[in-house]
Nanobody, 121 residues
């Protein structure tokens, strides 16, 4: 089983910055993509930004130029640097990983418990 633990959420004023971290642990043979999704109250969960094992990224237009994803492959950790935060960025942010628990297993999607980000004056 693969576990994902997020950290770094909190409350910040508009224009501020936060850095989220997500560490993967457990039975892991390989990790393909890792990334971040978010869910605001009353809305569906949506993509924020992801990064593959090859370093390719995919992101939502709403965070372009403000959020940056990075990954430490050795530490099985993904980061999300969030700058110029806006009130509409307020949401629970979830870490996601596509991983194989063992060499012969299929690839599965795993989720963290989520971390709250609140942007308000």
């Amino acid at each position: 089983q693969v576990q994902l633990v997020e950290s770094g959420g909190g409350a910040v004023q508009p224009g501020g910055s936060l850095r989220l971290s997500c560490v993967a642990s457990g039975s892991i043979f390989s990790i393909n993509a890792m990334g971040w999704y978010r869910q605001a109250p009353g809305k569906q969960r949506e993509l924020v930004e992801t990064i593959t094992s090859g370093g390719s990224t995919n992101y939502a237009d709403s965070v372009k130029g403000r959020f940056t994803i990075s990954r430490d492959y050795a530490k099985k950790t993904v980061y999300l640097q969030m700058n110029s935060l806006k009130p509409e960025d307020t949401a629970v942010y979830y870490c996601n990983a596509r991983a194989k628990p063992s060499r012969l297993s299929h690839e599965y999607g795993y989720w963290g418990q989520g971390t709250q980000v609140t942007v308000s004056s």
